[in-house]
């Protein structure tokens, strides 16, 4: 036997998934039905927190379980190149080298991140394979790489040329730092203190007088700055005291703008004093508002947050027009309302220009308090919306971005617009079932969301992305393509179909067949010279590349071989690993429903005509042990390798306040670091980590990580770890192949067992409660396995019958491969090196556990006679053993045992008598005859009878009697000590909750103690 005593998980991990990978286990094999599950790709500048390993310990369970099932399974992993995150990480280093990134220009930057990338952007794949993710590493990805890009590029330029993308003014989340607009996911709503300001807008119309005879209406506001692009003030259509002003004109303060007052539904009639300023550029709800009044769009605002000035005028950024793009019209009809930094400009005094915007606001609103202008100042608290990536105060920003359309039915030339193309697909493909969500009722969160969805902004003020395919000619047409000579060889070409179409079919429009002839010899040009076009400055959102990731990854769009890394090695090959779309089932958090999993389903719709997974399990996010947001302000943060490896308290406190700059918020973390952690972090490894989280896996939101559940999964490892040592220790030199034949009971009834479990577990794992896969593997193992059938199993061992004992050795090993097995998926180092030691017994010659099937639960022989007779000895033995504790007799001192009354099966006593008898150490077991009145003893009612351990012997009963009298009166005045305390009206009032409901759980425990000492006190007479 080689395991050692002790069960030591550092030692042995690395060792097993170097054998893994040497014998390519992750690889896709067999010719069994393809399965597949995709890695959310991480970000390359990410490192393993709870929540990817909670996620990818899911993921792996369920590849490796569909591996042992018999499938072709594959889990395609891969990192994603987190535009925002790590061009912010390389220009953090440019900036300790005293550099920008426009120091180096934009080709150098770019190749300074790959250089990154290379150097630094493996520590999360290093990390996943630490917690035995089982990913092909062979196929592994990057959204970046060759391939991924070129799907990028064709996704956009046949999109765009299907009128599907298009580039317009809009107003976008806008990161003043960062200068570049960012996605709903990267903004957090944090709440803060503010103030609500209340400022009188004059009326245009001197006669004019408003509730109370005031002469304009005040407009509360949180923003003051931004009046001075307002455009509109809005009433409630159906609000008494603004009705009859409907239509006339308001004074902006300070600017002198005559703006409308409108009527519209959505203003709160109770916010306020009902009287909302409309600022169409810089707010969502006014801009919607803007819509649909017609409103001009006035943007005051540069993209670093100050007010406009003269400068700001010829900011290219800010002035791009429409133009056009494959025939298709760049910006949609209706948005034709001045918004140039220009026009702008003349709208602004000349005191706020060139401001940043919050000194604006202190400005401002000195000047209106000047002109009495400013009549009301409160506190309020404000939802702030704050960039994850630079803590700035985000703004809503009008500036030109790329969009898919997601919301057309039709465009002008009667082509399918995205609403019909691309986002009902999408809608279709849950509510057909095709897709179906785990659990069920975020179906309908998906379902809400396309059904009120917004276009696309796909475009990121950034340089490292997929840069944009776009081309801008000196005469200021835009043209897509995969680059600048195939996008004026497509538009040629178009132009010249078009124009002869129109020769045909509309000779009554020369005037718009004139304007294709001019386009046509404007671009003729520069066929010979594409060098003279320059491609769009921008890069697409991440989410864009990763939207492809179900078929980019399996080789499209290259469609005709396979797609090859820089050494020649295949990483994917459309023509057989399309058979892997749709893959089984996708993995991933509600948060990104609507970023990813949405986009990929309208994606793979469209380009491939399939859904790109068949379930979508929505996993709960990981909170502390008190339910609360891990966060690295509070503390309350655990890196999952501290819990695999081990950390001591300092080193633990030094990681955890490191990156804390706020030396309040420091020394709070430290605290609380060294009271909850006082000893630092005891290891786990991997396995107990991994059956932890299967077993908080339940289908609500959110799960509570506590470590002593981490620790008693610990003890679990051990429990299992010695029962193979058991289990080797009395099988050395022994060797069966094939089934056992199952010679005694306890056999019969551990097969039974096994079965039954395994039933459970199969159904479980299928509807995605691996909660309840880890409760029915952990209660066999520990309990029917451990607990009983060892013991059981030694009475054969020891007892002299050869064909009983070779059975008996059969099945032990039998039953703890099939254990192996069944755990493996969850818990695959210590299961791999158990079963090494295992598998040579039992005449299996494969090289991994992971090559095994996965134990069925079908139905088979459950020997429900021996089972039961077995379920009875557990029952008796169980209240025996117990009774012998509490009397505090030694584990070896034989007792007898009394028999009261008489089973519904009395041949059951007879059957098992020597198997409880060797199991309780009785000397004796006499059956009372009836009526026969037991001697003083401990009793307990069991499976119809009663059994009696008679006390004479075993303890002083006067002393006895005497300890129990002296510990109920100390449990009376405890009780009574509670009870005036609860029944006290102040201190029910005026303690805390929690102190009040702990005083009634202590009564509670109380009684139940003096309930225990009366019933034991009647058992010694």
């Not at 369920?62 to 390389?90: C, E, F, N, Y």
């Not at 109380?1006 to 034991?1016: G, I, P, S, T, V």
Request: hydrophobic residues 40%; aromatic residues 8%; negative net charge.
């Amino acid at each position: 036997m080689s395991l050692p005593p002790s069960f030591e998980p550092g030692s042995l991990e690395s060792k097993w998934y170097r054998h893994w990978l040497q014998h390519g286990m992750f690889k896709p094999a067999g010719d069994g039905d393809p399965y597949c599950v995709l890695l959310p790709p991480p970000n390359v500048t990410g490192t393993l927190h709870m929540g990817h390993a909670f996620q990818q310990t899911i993921m792996d369970a369920l590849v490796r379980h569909a591996r042992m099932s018999g499938k072709r399974a594959l889990w395609q992993g891969g990192t994603d190149h987190a535009g925002i995150a790590t061009q912010k990480i390389v220009e953090n280093r440019l900036a300790a080298e005293g550099k920008t990134r426009h120091d180096l220009g934009r080709e150098d930057f770019v190749d300074r991140v790959w250089e990154w990338k290379r150097h630094s952007g493996s520590t999360i794949t290093n990390q996943m394979q630490r917690l035995g993710a089982s990913i092909d590493w062979s196929r592994e990805r990057f959204t970046m790489d060759e391939g991924l890009s070129a799907a990028v590029r064709k996704v956009f330029v046949e999109w765009a040329r299907a009128g599907l993308i298009y580039r317009g003014k809009r107003l976008v989340h806008w990161d003043p730092v960062l200068r570049t607009a960012v996605s709903d996911l990267e903004v957090n709503s944090e709440e803060r203190d503010g103030f609500l300001w209340s400022i009188l807008y004059p009326f245009g119309e001197g006669h004019l007088q408003g509730p109370g005879g005031t002469r304009g209406l005040v407009v509360a506001t949180t923003r003051p700055e931004t009046l001075l692009g307002d455009v509109a003030v809005a009433v409630h259509p159906e609000d008494e005291r603004y009705a009859h002003l409907v239509g006339k004109t308001l004074t902006v303060p300070l600017v002198e703008r005559r703006i409308p007052i409108i009527a519209d539904a959505s203003v709160d009639r109770a916010f306020g004093t009902g009287c909302v300023k409309i600022t169409p550029a810089h707010d969502f709800n006014d801009y919607a508002t803007g819509q649909r009044h017609g409103l001009p769009l006035i943007n005051v605002l540069t993209l670093d947050a100050r007010i406009i000035s003269p400068s700001d005028a010829s900011d290219g950024d800010m002035k791009r027009g429409p133009g056009y793009c494959g025939g298709s019209q760049i910006l949609p009809d209706g948005d034709d309302h001045p918004h140039s930094a220009a026009s702008a400009l003349e709208q602004i005094p000349e005191t706020y220009r060139g401001l940043d915007r919050y000194e604006a606001r202190e400005a401002i609103l000195a000047d209106l308090e000047a002109r009495g202008l400013l009549v009301g100042t409160s506190p309020h608290k404000l939802q702030v919306p704050v960039s994850q990536r630079s803590d700035a105060v985000i703004e809503p920003m009008l500036t030109d971005q790329w969009f898919v359309d997601l919301t057309r039915e039709k465009q002008p030339d009667g082509r399918p617009g995205g609403l019909a193309a691309i986002t009902r697909p999408a809608l279709e493909a849950v509510t057909s079932g095709a897709i179906r969500f785990v659990p069920e009722n975020w179906s309908a969160t998906y379902v809400q969301w396309l059904e009120h969805i917004q276009d696309w902004c796909i475009s990121r003020q950034l340089w490292w992305g997929h840069r944009i395919p776009a081309w801008y000619t000196p005469d200021g047409d835009i043209l897509v393509g995969e680059d600048a000579k195939e996008a004026l060889d497509y538009e040629l070409e178009r132009l010249r179909r078009e124009i002869g179409r129109c020769a045909t079919t509309s000779p009554h429009e020369p005037g718009f067949v004139a304007g294709l002839e001019d386009k046509l010899a404007r671009i003729t040009r520069y066929i010979d010279h594409p060098g003279a076009l320059v491609q769009d400055e921008d890069v697409l959102d991440t989410w864009f590349s990763s939207a492809l990731w179900p078929f980019s990854t399996m080789g499209w769009p290259k469609l005709d071989g396979p797609v090859k890394d820089d050494q020649g090695e295949v990483l994917a090959d459309w023509r057989v690993d399309q058979a892997f779309l749709p893959s089984a089932a996708l993995v991933t958090g509600f948060d990104i429903i609507f970023f990813w999993v949405a986009r990929m389903v309208m994606a793979t719709r469209y380009f491939t005509g399939k859904v790109p997974f068949r379930e979508v399990y929505i996993n709960a996010i990981v909170r502390d042990a008190e339910g609360q947001k891990m966060s690295k302000s509070k503390g309350n943060t655990i890196d999952p390798l501290d819990l695999i490896d081990g950390i001591d308290l300092e080193e633990l406190v030094h990681k955890s306040t490191a990156s804390l700059l706020i030396p309040q918020v420091r020394a709070k973390v430290e605290k609380r670091i060294r009271k909850e952690y006082p000893d630092g972090i005891k290891a786990v490894g991997t396995d107990a980590l991994r059956f932890t989280f299967a077993a908080l896996a339940t289908h609500g939101r959110t799960i509570n990580f506590d470590l002593k559940r981490a620790d008693g999964y610990r003890n679990f490892c051990n429990k299992l770890w010695n029962a193979a040592r058991f289990v080797l220790m009395n099988t050395e030199g022994f060797s069966a192949s094939g089934d056992p034949p199952l010679a005694t009971a306890g056999e019969k009834w551990i097969h039974a067992r096994f079965r039954h479990t395994m039933h459970g577990v199969a159904e479980n794992f299928a509807s995605y409660r691996f909660d309840l896969v880890a409760h029915e593997l952990y209660q066999f193992v520990w309990n029917d396995y451990c607990d009983w059938f060892l013991e059981l199993s030694k009475l054969s061992l020891n007892g002299g019958q050869e064909v009983e004992s070779r059975s008996t050795r059969h099945t032990l090993l039998y039953v703890l491969e099939g254990v192996l097995r069944a755990l493996h998926p969850i818990m695959p180092f210590i299961t791999e090196e158990i079963w090494q030691q295992i598998a040579p017994r039992l005449g299996l010659d494969i090289v991994s556990v992971l090559g095994r099937p996965y134990p069925s639960g079908a139905p088979g022989n459950d020997y429900p006679a021996e089972a039961r007779d077995v379920e009875v000895l557990i029952g008796m033995a169980g209240q025996i053993r117990s009774l012998r504790s509490q009397l505090g007799v030694s584990p070896g001192k034989r007792v007898p045992l009394l028999v009261e009354g008489v089973p519904s099966d009395p041949g059951v006593l007879l059957r098992i008598e020597p198997m409880l008898q060797a199991l309780c150490r009785l000397e004796s077991v006499q059956h009372l005859a009836p009526g026969q009145i037991p001697p003083p003893s401990a009793a307990s009612p069991v499976l119809g009878v009663v059994v009696h351990v008679p006390l004479a012997g075993l303890i002083n009963l006067d002393a006895e009697r005497a300890r129990l009298t002296k510990e109920r009166r100390r449990v009376e005045a405890e009780i009574d000590k509670c009870e005036k305390k609860l029944a006290s009206p102040t201190f029910v009032a005026n303690a805390p909750t929690a102190v009040v409901a702990q005083e009634r759980e202590r009564l509670v425990q109380w009684r139940d103690e003096l309930a225990k000492l009366d019933a034991q006190a009647v058992r010694l007479g």
